[in-house]
């Protein structure tokens, strides 16, 4: 996440309804905010503007950013802790189509999709999508 990326803000409500619907003793969210402009009031403001319900963490050294292989914000990873597996990775759902263009009608919903599999035991059919938003900053000082 990026508190000052539009896309993030757009898909704030979103990670809270995402939330009170899949949170579970068997998935849990964390969100991490890689790049150093990120401040800890400024991801507080994020958190309390968006009432997300989850641990919002920063991720300086990129070291979640860079075991996920993340380079856009927002980008979701569901990861299976027991197996140490990526099972999905990319977009929350499909609407933007380029960076300020949203679509008027969603019509993939990647992330749920993905979750609505696991919680059914079923294989997930989409595993990767190209999420779109703002660029993690790998140049920035303290990752280095």
Do not use: W
Request: charge should be positive; hydrophobic fraction near 35%; charged fraction near 30%.
């Amino acid at each position: 996440m990026l508190d000052e990326c539009r896309i993030c803000q757009n898909y704030g409500p979103d990670f809270k309804k995402l939330y009170d619907a899949y949170a579970s003793d068997s998935i849990s969210f964390v969100g991490y905010f890689p790049n150093f402009s990120s401040k800890k009031k400024n991801i507080d403001k994020f958190k309390k503007t968006f009432s997300i319900p989850f641990d919002l963490k920063t991720d300086y050294y990129k070291t979640q950013t860079k075991k996920f292989g993340a380079e856009i914000l927002p980008t979701v990873v569901v990861y299976d802790e027991k197996k140490k597996i990526v099972l999905y990775a990319g977009r929350i759902d499909d609407r933007y189509h380029k960076i300020g263009k949203q679509k008027r009608v969603i019509t993939s919903y990647d992330l749920i999709n993905a979750l609505d599999s696991i919680i059914a035991d079923k294989p997930i059919l989409i595993k990767n999508t190209q999420p779109i938003g703002c660029f993690i900053n790998f140049a920035d000082n303290i990752s280095n």
